[in-house]
């Protein structure tokens, strides 16, 4: 199993002329710990149900290319870009600049956004939950048809695009990968089985993930998609501070299910202590897990 580190707190003792160290140091760690992957979240308020909207929160994409220049191996995308945000062919060169900088790492992860009060408070448009799932929709179309050889228009309910140019490409081929992140068994996994390379979900427990795995396997048969060739990633916790053995076993038993990798939050004061525990002590044991 390979290991991610999502990047989500932002509140420094140090304020915010400290972030610019701990997210840079952090990431550089991470490289070279053999970490496989970094996300940041995509909200301009910090969650209230983890901290409060006052709390900092810096700009995912920006956030992304500053550990692109830092890091030479690290795959990087947000976890997960919230389509209401932007445009969708701007989001799509948003994500080839990440990929071509980056030297071909960038993964566009991409839900139906939540968040009603920074919407509001920003003048974002919010719509209803329906709206949501199908501009997500049209979204991930958008974004794979920019990456195609095909630069005509485009005609959705919600996008018009009367040229989907994107030059340069990507540097992957055939364009990044696309995670859509979220474990809604109707909509979300549907989504999943019909466009994405990879899913995203909280690991409130092995028997709930094995149940929506069984259900996002369900929806590729529908769709006459590989379910096997889809990455099931999840979000999990651990404290590499103490013993790691608990955290170890319970992935042994995500791994039976068939995830291939557990995302896990670095603690402020000192991200970067936090994974260089994670290298020292998850890493390879964890690598081991299949």
Same mark, same amino acid.
């Given at each position: 199993?390979?290991? *991610?580190?999502?990047?989500?707190?932002?509140?420094?003792? *140090?304020? !915010?002329?400290?972030?610019?160290?701990?997210? !840079? =140091?952090?990431?550089?760690?991470?490289?070279?710990?053999?970490?496989?992957?970094?996300?940041?979240?995509?909200?301009?308020?910090?969650?209230?149900?983890?901290?409060?909207?006052?709390?900092?929160?810096?700009? $995912?994409?920006?956030?992304?290319?500053?550990?692109?220049?830092?890091?030479?191996?690290?795959?990087? *995308?947000?976890?997960?870009?919230?389509?209401?945000? %932007?445009? +969708?062919?701007?989001?799509?060169?948003?994500?080839?600049?990440? =990929?071509? @900088?980056? !030297? *071909? %790492?960038?993964?566009?992860?991409?839900?139906?956004?939540?968040?009603?009060?920074?919407?509001?408070?920003?003048?974002? #448009?919010?719509?209803?939950?329906?709206?949501?799932?199908? %501009?997500?929709?049209?979204?991930? &179309?958008?974004?794979?048809?920019?990456?195609?050889?095909?630069? $005509?228009?485009?005609?959705?309910? /919600?996008? &018009?695009?009367?040229?989907?140019?994107?030059?340069?490409?990507?540097? &992957?081929? #055939? %364009?990044?990968?696309? @995670?859509?992140?979220?474990?809604?068994?109707?909509?979300?996994?549907?989504?999943?089985?019909?466009?994405?390379?990879?899913?995203?979900?909280?690991?409130?427990?092995?028997?709930?993930?094995?149940?929506?795995?069984?259900?996002?396997?369900? /929806?590729? =048969?529908?769709?006459?998609? =590989?379910?096997?060739?889809?990455?099931?990633?999840?979000? $999990?916790?651990?404290?590499?501070?103490?013993?790691?053995?608990?955290?170890?076993?319970?992935?042994?038993?995500?791994?039976?299910?068939?995830?291939? @990798?557990?995302?896990?939050?670095?603690?402020? +004061?000192?991200?970067?202590?936090?994974?260089? &525990?994670? !290298?020292?002590?998850?890493?390879?044991? @964890?690598?081991?897990?299949?």
């Amino acid at each position: 199993m390979k290991l *991610g580190i999502h990047f989500m707190n932002f509140t420094h003792p *140090g304020g !915010g002329a400290a972030l610019r160290a701990a997210v !840079g =140091d952090t990431a550089v760690v991470a490289d070279e710990a053999g970490i496989t992957r970094f996300t940041a979240m995509d909200h301009y308020f910090q969650m209230e149900n983890f901290q409060t909207a006052h709390d900092p929160m810096l700009e $995912g994409y920006s956030v992304l290319n500053f550990v692109a220049a830092k890091t030479e191996r690290l795959e990087l *995308g947000l976890l997960v870009t919230g389509v209401t945000y %932007r445009y +969708p062919g701007l989001l799509a060169k948003i994500v080839t600049t990440l =990929d071509v @900088l980056s !030297g *071909g %790492r960038a993964i566009l992860g991409i839900g139906a956004a939540w968040y009603e009060r920074e919407h509001r408070a920003l003048g974002v #448009p919010y719509p209803p939950v329906a709206e949501r799932f199908e %501009r997500l929709e049209e979204a991930v &179309q958008i974004c794979q048809q920019m990456w195609s050889d095909n630069d $005509g228009p485009y005609e959705g309910k /919600h996008y &018009q695009l009367a040229e989907t140019i994107c030059e340069p490409r990507p540097l &992957q081929s #055939p %364009r990044p990968p696309i @995670l859509i992140g979220g474990g809604g068994e109707k909509k979300t996994l549907r989504l999943v089985a019909k466009y994405a390379d990879a899913s995203n979900l909280f690991s409130t427990s092995i028997e709930d993930v094995g149940r929506k795995l069984d259900v996002l396997r369900a /929806h590729c =048969d529908a769709e006459g998609r =590989d379910y096997d060739a889809i990455e099931k990633t999840i979000i $999990g916790r651990v404290d590499p501070s103490g013993d790691v053995s608990g955290f170890l076993r319970e992935m042994e038993e995500y791994a039976k299910l068939g995830v291939d @990798l557990v995302e896990v939050a670095p603690a402020m +004061p000192d991200p970067a202590r936090f994974v260089t &525990q994670l !290298g020292e002590k998850v890493v390879r044991p @964890l690598a081991e897990i299949s």
